[in-house]
């Protein structure tokens, strides 16, 4: 596989990651038959954070990963901050939801690791 196939890998299943979380978001206000805002209701107020965490972070990652894909990174520095970024981004939900807190911490962790990372390694092929 190229550095960009390798990339699109981690695109698709982040992006499945962000369509999870939306569709958690739509059942609950099913549930609640609430339309605009989260009508009092902590689950789905919850839901909609725990997603708009997710988009607030997955891009910027997306957009590094494939930038380092594109300026020919090593495969295992891909390999190295797709799955961290997508091991981020599911523990993230699970410990905002109902799961232990450390995997919200270790999740948001992970994802600031990806980032700062990502920069860094940007920054490096980008003047090398």
Do not use: C
């Amino acid at each position: 596989m190229s550095e960009l196939q390798i990339a699109a890998v981690y695109v698709a299943v982040n992006i499945l990651i962000l369509v999870w979380l939306a569709f958690r978001v739509v059942q609950r206000r099913f549930k609640g038959k609430v339309s605009i805002g989260d009508g009092g209701s902590d689950d789905l107020a919850v839901a909609i954070r725990v997603h708009g965490n997710a988009t607030e972070y997955i891009p910027a990652g997306l957009i590094g990963l494939v930038v380092i894909a594109l300026l020919s990174a090593p495969v295992w520095m891909i390999h190295a901050i797709g799955v961290t970024l997508t091991i981020a981004r599911l523990l993230h939900p699970i410990g905002m939801s109902r799961g232990p807190i450390i995997f919200r911490q270790l999740g948001i962790m992970l994802a600031w690791t990806v980032l700062v990372s990502l920069a860094v390694a940007l920054l490096y092929l980008a003047f090398s």
